[in-house]
């Protein structure tokens, strides 16, 4: 490894400050003879230096009222959720209640309508009764019963 | 009013102790957003999404760190995100892609354009810079940008990137020889030394 690689790669080192005494005293020596690594050096600085550039941006002066006025709106669509969700369980509710009385009254009134109409077409007459200890149909013991 | 108290108050909801909140930690913000955007204009945006998505989650604040912690995790986390959903939007920047004008960059002045010292103009400096940082890993690209943007002590970023310190002086080691060969390379091949 050169001397003028060696440099290379302590470059980033050296412009932070970064080095000990003698290597940071070694590089400023190397850097005032060699003219590529000179060219090298400055670049990088250059490059390096844009970062404090970067970090002196200005800030936009209404930048603080743009994100008060974005975190309100988001406040407010929050409201306007919360108050839509309230609303649509208000409605399913109902709409639950009110489904299931339709059900109910449907039901008693077909149920009762039917029995009616059942009741007014029943032509059934029972004419004969029919007795499981007939006195005729108990022949033996009509019998047993003469004999004594 | 303490940290303390005007955290309470504004997870209360109270906007001026947020306003408040902004004013002191916005500068923070934005810096490091600007880090990992190079654009001031996507930097104000992260910025404005980092604070409402602090206000609608302060209550997830435990107050176990600072709250800049708190922060500069948040913007680490929404810059590298915004990069990614903009990657198609934004065109990347390469170094080999000279003629590549993208009117998002830093409009830095070319006032030293005839300063013979100088083979690169300060707009082509911004560039090979972003180039170079964009090309690091997440990690050493954090790592630096807490450092150089926001001249965090190796502490802090320790604590920001929940590391041991050892690690973050590992990554910044890493980090800065990436950046030099990347830059060195760059100017070898524009300058043909």
């Known amino acids: ?58 800030i936009d002066l209404l930048l603080t009222n743009k994100i008060i006025e974005q975190v309100l709106l988001v406040e407010k669509n929050k409201k306007g959720k919360n108050n839509s969700v309230v609303f649509k369980k208000l409605i399913q509710t109902t709409l639950t209640v009110a489904a299931i009385s339709v059900g109910i009254f449907f039901g008693v009134f077909i149920g009762g309508f039917y029995e009616s ?32 | 009013m303490t940290e303390k108290e005007l955290l309470i108050k504004v997870k209360q909801k109270n906007q001026k102790a947020f306003t408040l909140l902004v004013e002191q930690h916005k500068s923070l913000v934005f810096n490091t957003a600007i880090g990992f955007l190079h654009n001031k204009v996507n930097a104000e945006d992260v910025t404005q999404e980092v604070f409402i998505k602090t ?54 002045e070319d006032k030293n354009q005839n300063n013979s010292d100088k083979l690169l103009t300060n707009k082509e ?55 030099q060969k990347k830059l060195l390379n760059y100017y070898k091949k524009t300058a043909s030394f």
């Not at chain 1, 009741?119 to 004969?128: D, L, V």
């Not at chain 2, 560039?127 to 807490?146: C, G, M, P, V």
């Not at chain 2, 970023?157 to 950046?179: F, P, T, W």
Request: aromatic share 10%.
């Open chain 2, 55 to 108: 206000w609608t989650s302060i209550e997830s604040f435990r107050g176990e760190s600072k709250i800049s912690t708190w922060l500069y995790r948040l913007t680490v986390n929404m810059s590298i995100n915004y990069l990614k959903k903009n990657t198609n939007k934004n065109n990347i920047i390469s170094i080999d892609k000279k003629n590549n004008e993208n009117s998002a960059m830093l409009d830095i």
């Open chain 1, 1 to 58: 490894m050169n001397d003028c690689t060696k440099i290379e790669n302590n470059l980033i080192f050296f412009y932070y400050k970064e080095l000990n005494k003698e290597k940071m005293e070694q590089i400023n020596v190397h850097l005032l003879n060699c003219s590529k690594c000179e060219i090298l050096y400055n670049q990088l600085a250059n490059s390096l230096s844009v970062i404090d550039i970067e970090k002196n941006t200005d």
């Open chain 1, 117 to 148: 109409a059942n009741i007014a077409n029943s032509n059934f007459e029972q004419t004969e009764v029919f007795y499981f200890n007939d006195l005729e149909q108990e022949a033996f013991l009509s019998e047993i019963i003469n004999n004594e």
């Open chain 2, 125 to 179: 400096h911004s560039k090979a810079l972003k180039y170079a940082i964009d090309s690091l890993s997440q990690r050493q690209r954090t790592s630096f940008i807490l450092n150089k943007y926001e001249n965090l002590s190796y502490k802090d970023i320790a604590e920001v990137m929940e590391i041991s310190i050892s690690s973050v002086e590992s990554l910044l080691h890493r980090a800065k020889k990436n950046l």
